[in-house]
């Protein structure tokens, strides 16, 4: 593996890619930490320490945004407004008939599908960069103090106009400054861009985590599970089901029902050209992480809906708080049976919704037909289509049972080893998902250089 390494650093191409792509990471980690200019410092640092309800969702949020939404800094939103904009053009595409037409239409139908991404992306970052700075930046209070600082506030004590435009303009040339790298990653460095800057943000949190693990109630003696504290035992068991988790994670990640085709035969002259036999891979995890994402997101809004309705009643009859107190410890993440098995069913159906999206069998089998090939059993058209359909719903259904394990797991293991969520977030979830993903997007485009040039790649 160190003589593979010293190759990659040997060929000037790659080696210029990989430092372009480190240095475009490293800007994107100095904007993480830049705060707007109008907070409050220590209100902030005050706030960041309160958990539950809102505070809970923007934590959620900021994983698989690349954004620090907690810190209240430049880049904000992440690079979340880019995507969102990239799966609703994606989802249109599939239902309105203009871009559908755009899609067919090649390379110049991608540029201007990119152009539609770029405005929405704009467009979404103006409402969610509003709605952020009124509602949680403006309006969260933490022992009597507001979030803003006084000298940027008006006569009513809120944040002044010009200066609200101020922040929301910010923000939202932050995300288009990330969405700007993403593309600079793309062109220059290695890698995908957006994804990268994702897998970085989720990367960055994990020696805090460690750090609060190892400052927390431990000791490096056998003390046994249980009891709040972490002896060598839970230490050893949290090795261990890291790299079992990883390994699972892989195996699913790549893991591809193969099934076989043949192209017809055409004689020409003397000669018979065809007739091989080839596969069409079809993955498990149709979805990738995006059921996980869907899921997560849906699922954090009834535990606020209901966490309002309890404060509303609480200075109402007794059993109207018991029942808006039930529903929202019930629908809080992780902690209740209702919100795990709502977890559950929720990743099946976006499992099942985002295949049908983003695999259509009908054309499948068309261009199977279109080229002259065929699946042997089947006639061509839709006789083929049918069994692909048939196919990918049986092995959709064991991709999202591993995707729903993997959202669990993290859940369980928080539960019974009494670790912190902030840890055990990294033992599954979107968060692993997305990190196992872009790593090895990007060591398949290093072994692209490195096969090129008749050497072996890291995976061999």
């Known amino acids: 593996m160190i003589e593979k390494l010293r190759v990659i650093f040997t060929i000037p191409e790659l080696k210029r890619k990989i430092f372009i792509t480190l240095i475009l990471l490293a800007v994107y980690r100095i904007g993480y930490w830049i705060t ?23 934590t959620r949020v900021s ?67 509003f709605a952020y700075v009124k509602f949680w930046l403006m309006s969260s209070t933490f022992e009597g103090q507001t979030m803003i600082h006084e000298s940027f506030q008006n006569d009513g004590g809120e944040l002044a106009f010009f200066w609200m435009i101020t922040a929301v303009l910010i923000m939202t040339c932050g995300t288009v400054f990330l969405m700007w790298l993403g593309e600079q990653i793309d062109e220059y460095g290695i890698g995908n861009g957006i994804s990268l800057l994702i897998m970085a943000g989720i990367l960055a949190e994990m020696p805090g985590a460690i750090s609060t693990l190892l400052q927390g109630n ?22 261990v089901l890291f790299v079992g988790v990883v390994v699972g994670v892989v195996f699913i990640t790549l893991g591809q029902r193969r099934i076989p085709t043949q192209s017809a035969k055409h004689v020409r002259g003397r000669r018979v050209y065809g007739g091989t036999r080839q596969y069409l891979p079809l993955r498990i995890n149709q979805g990738g992480v995006m059921p996980i994402i869907f899921a997560s997101s849906l699922l954090m809004l009834p535990g606020m809906v209901f966490g309002v309705f309890r404060q509303m009643a609480s200075g109402g009859g007794e059993v109207m708080f018991g029942i808006w107190d039930w529903l929202t410890v019930a629908f809080m993440p992780g902690t209740g049976l209702i919100y795990n098995l709502m977890y559950v069913v929720m990743i099946y159906f976006f ?96 072994d692209s250089h490195l096969v090129m040039r008749n050497y072996t790649g890291l995976l061999e």
């Open 63 to 129: 994983v698989f945004s690349a954004s620090n939404l907690r810190q209240a800094t430049i880049f904000g939103l992440g690079i979340m407004p880019y995507i969102s904009a990239s799966i609703i053009l994606q989802l249109l595409g599939s239902v309105w008939k203009p871009l559908e037409e755009l899609k067919k239409e090649g390379e110049a139908g991608r540029r201007k599908i990119n152009d539609y991404t770029r405005l929405l992306t704009v467009a979404l970052c103006l409402v969610q960069s």
């Open 351 to 446: 499992c099942y919704f985002w295949t049908a999206i983003t695999f259509n069998p009908r054309e499948m089998a068309d261009n199977l037909k279109d080229y002259g090939t065929f699946i042997p059993g089947y006639r061509p058209g839709s006789r083929t289509a049918d069994y692909l359909e048939k196919v990918m719903v049986r092995i959709t259904y064991v991709g999202a049972g591993f995707l729903a394990a993997v959202a669990i797991v993290p859940t369980v293991i928080a539960g019974v080893l009494g670790v912190n969520m902030a840890l055990a977030s990294f033992y599954g979830g979107t968060g692993l998902l997305i990190a196992v993903s872009v790593a090895f997007d990007l060591v398949q485009k290093i």
């Open 218 to 239: 431990v000791r490096f003696e056998m003390t046994g599970f249980g009891g709040g504290v972490i002896g060598v035992e839970t230490l050893i068991t949290l090795a």
């Open 36 to 58: 707007l200019p109008m907070v409050d410092q220590e209100v902030l640092a005050l706030s960041n320490s309160q958990e539950g309800g809102l505070a809970d969702f923007i």
